[in-house]
């Protein structure tokens, strides 16, 4: 099993499996998320799966300093026009 981190009692015993597909993966999906982004509303049909996915991805250092920086600027994007989105149904109703 996994070790605990000194002086932090409540750490996770069991860490994260790490495998060597994990990078490609996390690198296709900010590829996917970006073009769902420049799509009409995919980035908001699909924000729901992709948000907690880069979010998982730049947490646990699946992508380089590149693909991190464009991931989370693809995150707040997404997340802002999801924001928009709710915004615009709420007032158009």
């Known amino acids: 099993m996994g070790t605990k981190v000194p002086m932090c009692p409540e750490s996770n015993p069991m860490p994260m499996?790490?495998?060597?597909?994990?990078?490609?993966?996390a690198r296709a999906l900010v590829a996917v998320s970006a073009f769902l982004l420049l799509?009409?509303?995919?980035?908001i049909v699909a924000a729901p799966l992709t948000l907690p996915l880069l979010y998982l991805s730049v947490r646990n250092g699946w992508l380089s300093g590149g693909f991190r920086t464009a991931a989370i600027v693809i995150a707040a994007l997404t997340?802002?026009?999801?924001?928009?989105?709710?915004v615009y149904l709420a007032t158009s109703a």
């Open 79 to 86: 997340a802002a026009e999801v924001a928009w989105a709710a």
């Open 39 to 43: 799509s009409m509303g995919g980035a």
């Open 17 to 25: 499996l790490h495998s060597a597909a994990a990078g490609p993966a």
